[in-house]
């Protein structure tokens, strides 16, 4: 994460009122960063990223699975946006052509169960615009896991439905 970094949203829920609100100022100084950034890098985003940024919000975002091809570099995620008590969140299929000559996919800390990662917060950014150009996606999920996608391409899908079978809580699967 380059804006939105798990240490700033520590301190930005911290019980202590003064680290707290210094950090409020820091978080929307990022926030204000970050805005910027993505109206500048814009024109060079693939149109399904500017999907996801003009009609979607991942914050709170329950993360169903991830699954990384063998034999291609493509990563699927499978998404249930937040929603309601009375209207679940849609589903949204994000699929990456995961970049060549760099480690496509990485996850950090993560100790939970799959069931509980959510998305806190999330960034878009340019990692190289020569051809062939690459993409970031980072995710700072509940708990402090941080998950960084490095991409090519991106396509977005709503499915019509998904059947999410009952699944042991083993924990994270290898």
Known sequence: MKYFRPELLARFRSANDDVASAAAVEWDQATTNYVDAIHTLRP???LSVC??????TLHDAQVLSIVESRRRPILTMLLRLEGSKKRPGRHLQLIYSLAERVRGFSLKGARQPREEWRIQYDEFDALSLASPKVFSHSMLLAGGAEMRIRFAKLAVGTPRRVIVPVVEKSGILP
Not at 51 to 56: G, K, M, S
């Open 51 to 56: 999907r996801i940024l003009d009609h979607f």
């Open 44 to 46: 060079e985003l693939p």
